[in-house]
């Protein structure tokens, strides 16, 4: 991060009009700090930013801009750098002299019991040990809300408009009272699962509830479009299809710049941002669809650290002349490569000793599960609960790492690093997201996703997906992406390719 880099990317959103598209805060992540004044006030990096924030801020808004900065209500940041714990009142007008429009406030207090090399820990002399543990008799997701409203206090009083994002960790009914953004999950990346796993968090935690205009729920910065890896372009218009039917706020990487035009055009789609994203009504999207097919059987990571004594997950054993690993009536098969050959997935399916996708070998050296004893090929699984395992043929990202097994008495202990154990998760093939719309033309969103890498055909009538909807009812359908008017009908006909999906506008006849 530098003031170079930060003007670069201004003047490329300006070059590009990605503007006109709505793409208007310029926010800078953590680690723009560098350390507090003598009298508390918070300092930019020097050496980042020679001309200072101020001059910085005054740029992003000659170019017709908005201004984001971060900060974390513990006092030091995810990276070691001043956090606003204490200083509340001094940083919230310091940010309003600067211009800024946006403040993020994380919450990493992982990172506040001591001073990192370089941090001169006498500036946080008010409450050098904070970590947000509350007093006797206060619960801690009640000293965080007290936390995070005492930075919303200041900001508001400092008569500036300042949109205030908080963080994951906080409780979404009681913040959206003091906010206008909470982030969702952990940080995104370009890679299918995670960005599923995104989506089925806000499903999970039921956060749709909450969204309304003046308060969302952030699924996170759109991840990079790559194409020499990370998601295809049909996964990508359905990551795009999804934060935009969700109503995420619609926030690009600071390497935007060096993406394709393939990623240009997704990202400028009319359409979904214009009726979709940005529809005055503000419903977020459910999940008002599933079906499952034989792929759903996905192997995935157990929410629940592993309990080795009432041993309530499956057990797995493993055969040593079929070289299968079996749980229940299923054995651990390669099922499918990823179109752009970067990993297989791996499935639990009906047990064949006469097929090569079911032989594994136990590595007694590395504790790891190898595919073909020939090659190095080992099962990994993601850092995240609730994302498929996988087999990569190359380099393994690191957000992942292999699965490790150890022999009890029970069978095989399949298990993450932190001791989460494997299991067979039912994850749907199909689903189908819909969100209703104010527009004078269109009713309502609905973003059908296949999740296998595999073709599956997508067949329903209106009436069983809307609730309380007639069963006579027709509706006119326009596929977002290819702009097809597709006809008018009573329902929906479809073959998607693996890992895709299809938007469409519905309105009444």
């Not at 690993?325 to 990823?338: A, E, H, P, S």
Request: some cysteine.
């Amino acid at each position: 991060m530098s003031e170079h880099l930060i003007k670069t990317s201004v003047d490329r959103l300006k070059e590009f009009s990605l503007d006109s598209f709505g793409y208007v805060y310029v926010n800078l992540a953590d680690c723009w700090q560098s350390n507090r004044d003598k009298n508390g006030d918070i300092l930019e990096d020097p050496k980042k930013f020679s001309n200072g924030l101020k001059s910085l801020g005054a740029y992003i808004h000659s170019r017709g801009l908005k201004f984001g900065l971060y900060t974390d209500v513990n006092n030091v940041t995810c990276h070691g750098k001043p956090g606003s714990y204490g200083f509340e009142k001094l940083d919230a007008a310091k940010y309003a002299e600067w211009g800024v429009d946006m403040v993020t406030n994380d919450n990493c207090p992982q990172h506040s019991l001591t001073a990192p090399s370089g941090v001169d820990m006498v500036t946080n002399d008010n409450c050098p040990q904070h970590s947000l543990t509350a007093p006797s008799g206060v619960d801690h997701l009640s000293q965080l809300q007290l936390d995070y409203s005492i930075m919303s206090q200041a900001l508001n009083g400092t008569g500036r408009p300042m949109v205030y994002v908080v963080s994951k960790s906080t409780e979404p009914e009681n913040v959206s009272k003091i906010s206008h953004v909470r982030l969702v999950g952990q940080d995104i990346t370009a890679d299918w699962d995670v960005m599923l796993n995104k989506v089925d968090t806000s499903e999970a935690q039921q956060l749709a509830q909450y969204a309304k205009p003046g308060f969302w729920n952030d699924l996170g910065t759109l991840a990079p479009f790559d194409d020499h890896g990370g998601m295809s372009t049909d996964e990508y218009r359905t990551h795009f299809s999804l934060w935009c039917a969700l109503k995420a706020p619609l926030m690009l990487g600071s390497n935007f710049f060096n993406n394709s035009r393939d990623w240009l055009s997704i990202v400028t789609n009319k359409k979904a941002i214009d009726i979709i994203n940005q529809d005055p009504l503000g419903s977020q999207a459910k999940l008002f669809y599933s079906k499952h097919t034989e792929f759903s059987l996905h192997v995935i990571v157990t929410n629940a650290v592993c309990d080795s004594e009432q041993w309530q997950y499956p057990v797995w054993t493993y055969n040593n002349q079929t070289n299968q690993i079996q749980v229940r009536d299923k054995c651990l098969t390669l099922t499918g490569q990823l179109q752009h050959g970067q990993y297989w997935y791996i499935t639990a399916k009906s047990c064949d000793n006469s097929t090569a996708s079911q032989r594994w070998f136990l590595d007694r050296l590395t504790n790891q599960i190898l595919f073909d004893a020939n090659q190095s090929y080992c099962l990994t699984m993601s850092k995240l609960n609730a994302v498929p395992i996988r087999l990569y043929t190359g380099d393994i990202p690191s957000t992942y790492s292999p699965v490790l097994w150890s022999q009890t008495q029970h069978g095989l202990h399949l298990r993450h690093l932190q001791e989460q154990c494997l299991e067979v998760g039912g994850f749907p093939s199909i689903q189908i997201y819909l969100g209703h719309l104010s527009h004078s033309r269109y009713m309502y969103v609905a973003v059908l996703i296949n999740r296998d890498i595999f073709p599956n055909i997508v067949s329903f009538k209106w009436a069983d997906i809307i609730p309380d909807l007639p069963k006579s009812q027709l509706f006119k359908m326009y596929d977002v992406w290819t702009s097809e008017r597709i006809g008018t009908r009573l329902g929906h006909y479809v073959t998607l390719t693996g890992h895709s999906s299809q938007t469409i506008l519905l309105s009444s006849v």
